[in-house]
Every structure is written in C-alpha cells, then in structure tokens.
C-alpha cells in the first residue's frame, strides 16, 4: 500500500503486517544496532527548539566545546568496550548566537564549529579507530564536504516539512529549505546519509508522508539516504513543551509502517528503544535497525531514557523472530561500495572494522588501530611487533579467546537461514544461494547451523576426531611470485622484504624427512615458493630425495601452482607430469594456491597466480593419475561470503566428478604480517563467527561428496578450535613440526602438537581421538573408505 489516501485512512494494525513483510523480504531477520559513543562536542546551538534538553544556555556548562582531551577520554572509553562509531553530535553554529563559543574556538585557533569537529574526529579516528558520525545539523555544502574527510557517514534530522509549528519559532535551521538542501547536498556529495522525521511535535499524518515523500525523491536522485529514523516526541521538564502530551503510541507505529512502505526497500529503517517502553512493537511496526546504542554514555537527547543493555536487546530482538547484528556507522549498502561512497582517506579505516558482510565485525572487545614493525631477529619466518594498543579482539591468529558461540542457545529464528537449514534437513542439496544464506546466520541461526552441520559431520564419520603426524618442509622462501597476502616469501619480487631469503638442499630435505620418520611421522608436507631458478625437474629430484630417504612416508606436496609451473617449465602436460611426480614416489596434493576460486578476488589477492580453472585443471588431472587432493579456502582477508560459496560449488562439481578430494581444509587469514594488511587493502581476517561458519557450512555442502572437514590450529587456537569441532569438523590436521608460513603471516599459536595437546583439546568433547594416514586410513594400514578408489596409487 503506497497511496497516500489509503495510507492516511489506515490504521497502524492495517499497515504494520506488511511493513513487517517489506522488511522481512528485503532484510531477512536481521535486526542492526550501532555499538557507539556518543561525544557531545558543544551543547551550545544558535536553534532553540520547544522540545530540546540538548542545548544549553553558556552559563550552565562548564565550557563552550569539549576539550580535546575530553573528547579523546570518552572515546578511548568506547574503543576499549567495543564500540565501533563516534557519534559527534552538537548544537547548529553556537558561535553565531554566543560569543563565548566564537571566542573559545578562536583561542584555540579554529574558525567554526565544524572546523573544530573536523579535527576531532581526525583525533578519534586515527588515535582509536572508532568511525566518526557527524551529526552537524543543516550545514552548508562546504562543510559536508570538509566533514566527508573524516566521517564515513553523516546526518541530520529532517523532522518535519512544516515551517509554522510553533517548537521551531527560534530555531532558523529548521526551516524546510535549510534541511531540503543540506539533503540534496549530501547526495550531491555522495555522503551516505542519515535523516529522519519527527513525530507528535505539531505536525500530522499528511505532513510526515510528505516528509518522507521529500526524502525518498532525494534519495532516487543520488542513492544516498542510508537510513531514516522515525523518532517519536516526548516532553521533557524545562522545555517549552513540557506540558505537551507525548507522541501517540498508534501515531508512531503507524509512521514506521508508513515509512516502510513508502522509503525504498534498502533505506535502512531505525527507531530508538530507549524511547518506548514496548520496544518489541517497533520490529513489528518494520524497523530492521536500533541505531546508536551505547555501553558507555547516555542519550545525550534524551538524557531521561537510558539505553537498554545490550543483553536486552537480544532478547527481545531474538524473541520476535529475529537476530541482532553490530554494523558500522556506514550501512553495508554504501560501505561495500567504498569508491562512490567513501573518501579515500577512510577506506581502509572502514575495511579495518567490518566483516565480510559490510557490518561491524561481531567479536567482543576493543579493536585498536594496528601498527606493526619488522622484527629485528628473523629467519625462515617473519615476526611482527605490534606496537601500540593490543586489540583484545579474537582474531585468527592472536591469541585471545574467542566468544562462545557453541553450544548455544538454539532458538528457531524463522527467516531464510532456517528455510535452508529445514531443505537441507530433507534431504536437498545447498546451492550457491542457500550457502550465501548460511553464512549471513547471527546469532541463534549460527547454532542451528552449527547443531546441522554437528548432526552430517556425525552421519559421515561418526565421533571420532583424527590428526595426522607430519612435518612441513617449506624448502624455500624465494619466490617470483607477488600475492599479496603472502608473508612468507622472500623473492626479489616479493611485497614483503622482511627475513632472510633460504633455499635448502636436497641433503637438508632428505634429512628432515628422515628425521621426521624417525620421530614417527607417518606424512612430509612439502611446499615452498617459486624459485627463479627451479625448473620442473626440481619437484621430481625433491620427491625423489625423500622417497629415498624416508621410504614409508606419505609425500604430500606442491601446489597446483608449483605442479602447474614446473609442468610448464617443462613443456609437458598435467597428466604426464603429475605421473611421472607420481612414479618418483609423490602421494597426494595440497590445496593451497587456491586461496580463493574466485577469479576476481584472485586479482586482488594474487593476480599473477594461476586461475581458477588452472587450479581445478591440476587437480582433476592428480585424480586422473590417481593422487588424491584436497580442498583449502584461505577466507577473511578482501572477499565476500559470495566468493566463499563460488569456491565451495566449484570444488564440489569437480569433487562429483572425480571423487578424489579426501577433506575440505578451512584456512582462516592472518592479517598481522600479510603484506596486503600492512598496506591498508584487507580486512583483520575473518570473524569467529565467520570462522565457525565457514567450516560448519563446508560440512553442509559437501555432504555425500567429501567427508572429512579440517581446521587449522595454528591459525585459531585449541578453544577455536573445540567450538568448530563441535561445528561440523571431525579433523585436526597435522602436528606441523616447523610450521613456517602460519607464522609468516603473523599467527602466535605455536608451531608444533603433540599427541598430548591434541588429547587436551579433545577430551572435554568426549569424543575420541585418533591418529589418521594421510589418506584418512588408519595408521595401522587399513584402507579409507572416501578415497579408496586412488588408495592403490597413493600409498602410506
Ligand atoms: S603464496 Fe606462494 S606463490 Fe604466492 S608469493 Fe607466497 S610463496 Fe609465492
């Protein structure tokens, strides 16, 4: 329903159930919320309107403006609590009306209100990363440009259209031309932008629609309103208005279904719960946003109505169907899109704190700009000093725990994750949408896929948990390749010049593999980078080294794009080659160098490498000589759950094909000393929860097809790693004596297990742990049965 004359006779009950559809079918269940604090820079304003406790006549403050140091206190104060936002909000021009304001910001040698919040918000953000939102008021089209530089995103309440309304007699920034134009400046500017209307101050139902008529005709011109707020009147002591009723609950439910109805769906709709007692009714009005709510500071607007905890939010989110999720101050819309939207100067500090969806990223605690520098001692691996604040964050390959996500509270939340999880269930396979949709799951929904994918892991393989005893033999860290993820190479040509560039010999390979077999190793690892000087028959002279060496050994080594370079160099083909590595003594390939199948992400993340089809090339063709592969997917670093689901379906079909993929290994990005991180182009790696569910939805998607789900524990840790295990994985991969190229990128979890720590990390399972082949056979020699059809060529 979007004609006006309908809207108008219709009550709030007729509009809500399909406002709540709208949303529902444009946002799923999702529910936002922005982590802030809220830093009054000046409670001067030049406006004096009959509802505001905000501003404040100069004898009742202490001073004009908030010191910079004051500033910088509150918002250290949200950064270590896990804010992501600096909501910067202040009186219109108080200079203009009070003396001591224009004094004050002369003395301290700024020209305007906006001059001085431009520099503190370039205080904030660089000394904590929190993302500035300025909300300046109706400023002039300079000042949203100079304020662009600094704040992701900015706003200014519209409020009403109406220019008699007796609340705004002595406030001349809120005639409709001032507000009009502030708008259309901003998306003139391309400012992602918030706005938002007023309700129960004067006006009428026919006055908000055209409010909100005005907002949606700016936004089709230029696509920048990113939210809209529905804010409801409520009178306060010592304001004009303090004898005015409040605004009519019905009146304000029914302008949030108006409003849905009428915005385009991906305006971002918000009302505040701090200002209504039944704030469930709000989602059923058609919300799917809460806006700014803040663990540190109060409403400074509505100073009487604290902000419920956190805690509570859930709760009533997650009780009306729904699931709740911090963003950023810039909504995904227009953060995913960061070259029409945002200045370049604030790209990377937005990259810095989002997820993989565009919002905020949802692990507790602080996230603090990182800076690093080189180590002085380093060898084979590079080591990063972080210098400055910890972050206590959980990333992949800190050391902080994660939260825990599993078990959990597994509640139905009826949306299109469980849609999916219930076809699956039935028997259907997960397509490339449906594996989108899992992994958008929040909250409850994360369990439900984690207890589904808990259930197949369970069908394929039953209670026990395997690992494999293997050494890593990286036998060189030059490589002419550039990906610019990598920290471990070396080469001339390499990002990262850190460390010192190594080639081993064959006599050193063989000795490791010798001692590896010796310490009872059942498996070597090769890898290493691309040397300018190998050519093919350097992969065969070193499998034959350690064949030679270490005859029961498994040799699992080279990448498709090591297989691929040295069968090039050769001039042979795949097939010829793989079979002679094969005859030579190799057993199976890895799957790194896939990085990510997805061959636009391939270009931002290793343009040089081989494609997407180059790497499924290599690998159809070791299953045609009988090697056996596997799967990785290095995730978290530039890429979209999107590119997750291209690499899982295109793995799958050939996995169909060939059947010889043994496990799907889930390699979680390492950001500390990726060169890509250090230059400002990547995010901190996954999320956990993205971690969690990446690995749960793998289990799901190639169910019947590969049954084995592996993580990495030198990226994540033992407590991780007990969540994931209970999330779908049934594999701890190897022991990884001298693992190099984790540690490369940064990760400090160590570079060897034992069977010991293996045990520690299993026992609270209560499953049990045993040590596999490679090949997923047992190590006394008994034959896997999701590979059995190569087992005779890939013996160990
Ligand atoms: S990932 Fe491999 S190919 Fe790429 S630069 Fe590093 S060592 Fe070389």
Redesign the pocket.
């Known amino acids: 329903m979007t004609d006006d004359r309908l809207l108008l006779e219709a009550s709030a009950t007729d509009l809500m159930s399909e406002a709540a559809e709208r949303r529902d079918h444009t946002f799923g269940t999702r529910i936002t919320y922005s982590p802030k604090v809220f830093i009054p820079l000046t409670m001067l304003c030049r406006d004096s309107c009959g509802y505001c406790t905000f501003a404040q006549p100069p004898a009742r403050l202490a001073s004009p403006y908030l010191t910079p140091e004051q500033v910088l206190a509150i918002a250290r104060h949200g950064a270590r609590t896990g804010c992501h936002e600096a909501l910067f909000t202040l009186g219109e021009a108080p200079e203009e009306r009070y003396s001591v304001a224009g004094d004050w910001l002369k003395l301290n040698g700024y020209d305007s209100t906006t001059h001085y919040l431009h520099e503190m918000a370039r205080l904030v953000l660089d000394e904590t990363g929190l993302l500035p939102h300025a909300n300046a008021g109706a400023i002039s089209r300079d000042e949203l440009a100079l304020l662009r530089s600094v704040s992701p995103s900015q706003g200014m309440m519209v409020e009403t259209l109406r220019d008699d309304l007796p609340c705004h007699r002595g406030a001349p920034d809120k005639t409709p031309e001032r507000r009009l134009a502030t708008l259309e400046w901003a998306g003139e500017l391309s400012i992602p932008f918030t706005t938002g209307v007023l309700i129960g101050i004067g006006e009428n139902r026919t006055d908000r629609l055209a409010a909100l008529r005005a907002i949606t005709e700016s936004h089709l011109r230029h696509g920048h309103i990113q939210e809209v707020i529905v804010q409801n009147f409520l009178p306060k002591p010592g304001t004009a208005m303090r004898d005015e009723p409040p605004c009519d609950t019905n009146e304000f439910l029914w302008t949030i279904a108006a409003a849905r109805l009428i915005l385009p769906n991906e305006i971002h709709l918000q009302a505040p719960p701090n200002l209504s007692d039944d704030f469930a009714s709000l989602i059923a009005a058609g919300i799917d946003d809460w806006g700014g709510v803040s663990p540190v500071t109060a409403d400074h607007v509505n100073p009487e109505r604290p902000w419920p905890a956190l805690d509570r939010l859930r709760q009533v989110t997650e009780a009306a169907g729904h699931t709740l999720a911090p963003r950023l101050t810039v909504h995904p819309e227009h953060a995913l899109n960061p070259g029409r939207w945002i200045d370049p100067g604030l790209h990377f500090a937005v990259l810095d704190r989002s997820d993989a969806e565009g919002l905020g990223r949802d692990d507790p605690g602080a996230i603090w700009p990182e800076r690093a520098t080189a180590a002085d001692v380093v060898h084979d691996g590079a080591e990063v000093v972080l210098i400055g604040h910890r972050s206590t964050a959980w990333y992949s390959g800190a050391t902080e725990e994660p939260a825990t996500l599993i078990p959990g509270v597994g509640t139905r939340a009826d949306g299109p994750v469980q849609r999916v999880i219930d076809r699956v269930r039935a028997g259907e396979a997960a397509d490339h949408d449906d594996l989108v949709t899992l992994f958008s799951a929040r909250g409850p929904e994360v369990v439900a896929v984690a207890e589904l994918a808990d259930q197949l892991r369970y069908e394929a393989v039953g209670d026990t948990v395997t690992w494999v005893h293997n050494r890593n033999i990286n036998y060189t860290n030059v490589?002419t390749?550039?990906?610019r993820f990598?920290g471990?190479?070396k080469g001339p040509m390499?990002l990262n010049l850190r460390g010192t560039p190594y080639l081993l010999t064959l006599d050193d390979i063989a000795e490791r593999a010798r001692e590896a077999e010796a310490l009872g190793a059942t498996e070597v690892t090769l890898q290493?980078?691309?040397h300018p000087d190998f050519d093919g028959d350097y992969y065969i002279d070193v499998t034959r080294a350690v064949r030679e060496a270490a005859p029961s050994l498994h040799i699992h080594g080279f990448t498709a794009?090591e297989v691929t370079e040295g069968a090039r160099r050769l001039g042979e083909d795949l097939v010829t080659y793989l079979g002679r590595l094969r005859d030579a003594g190799l057993s199976s390939l890895p799957g790194t160098?896939a990085e990510i199948l997805d061959d636009p992400i391939r270009e931002i993340l290793?343009p040089d490498?081989i494609t997407t089809d180059q790497w499924l090339d290599c690998h159809a063709a070791a299953h045609e000589v009988g090697l056996h592969s596997n799967i990785t997917m290095m995730f978290g670093a530039v890429e979209h759950p999107d590119s997750w689901a291209r690499h899982i379906v295109r793995t799958r079909d050939l996995a169909r094909v060939t059947g010889g993929f043994t496990e799907f290994v889930g390699l979680p990005f390492v950001h500390m000393a990726s060169p890509i991180y250090l230059q400002r182009r990547s995010r901190r790696g996954p999320t956990f929860r993205e971690t969690l569910l990446v690995h749960a939805v793998a289990r799901i998607a190639y169910r019947g097809v590969i049954d084995n789900i592996q993580l990495s524990w030198v990226k994540i840790g033992a407590s991780a790693a007990r969540q994931l295990l209970r999330a779908g994985c049934n594999d701890l991969g190897g022991t990884l004596m001298d693992e190099n190229i984790s540690r490369a990128a940064g990760a400090s979890h160590g570079q060897a297990m034992d069977l010991s720590a293996f045990s520690d990390l299993v026992a609270p399972l209560g499953r049990r742990l045993t040590q596999r082949t490679t090949s997923y056979g047992r190590v006394d020699g008994s034959t896997p049965k999701s590979v059995s059809g190569l087992e005779s060529v890939a013996t160990a």
């Open positions: 490589c390749f550039k990906c990598c471990f190479s390499s290493g980078g691309i794009l160098a290793c490498k």
